[in-house]
């Protein structure tokens, strides 16, 4: 059984929205969406602690993407609203085993499980 599976990429226009799931069968402290495009490093987009409300966005999504979760659900989501070309990539659901304080929970380092990512394009 996948760890960590992902789904809900695809391909939108400009403006358009996304909703990205990410469904777990392991134990997390913290699990986060990254996202990767080819040679550039992978990006942290957004973590949240699991069983908690404390999360974290990167300075480039505040305020167009959420995270969030569902428990019963052993899952978490990334709402994408008001896409740009720049957010363009593929996207890395992401677990980790242990607490994170705050300056780790952007960082790919810190994060021991990842899914096989979900494509996003974005077009103008």
């Known amino acids: 059984q996948v760890p960590l599976e992902e789904s809900g990429g695809g391909s939108v226009q400009v403006g358009g929205s996304l909703r990205l799931s990410c469904v777990t069968t392991?134990?997390?402290?913290?699990m986060a969406w990254f996202r990767q495009v080819p040679g550039k490093e992978r990006e942290g987009v957004a973590a949240?602690?699991?069983?908690?409300?404390?999360?974290a966005h990167a300075d480039s999504v505040k305020g167009r993407f959420t995270i969030s979760q569902d428990i019963s659900k052993n899952a978490i989501y990334l709402q994408m609203n008001s896409l740009q070309p720049e957010d363009t990539g593929m996207y890395y659901c992401?677990?980790?085993?242990?607490?994170?304080?705050?300056?780790?929970?952007?960082?790919?380092?810190?994060?021991?499980?990842w899914g096989q990512g979900t494509q996003v394009t974005v077009s103008s």
């Open positions: 392991i134990y997390a402290a913290w």
């Open positions: 992401a677990a980790a085993r242990r607490d994170l304080p705050a300056a780790m929970r952007l960082s790919a380092d810190n994060y021991n499980t």
């Open positions: 949240i602690v699991v069983g908690g409300r404390t999360a």
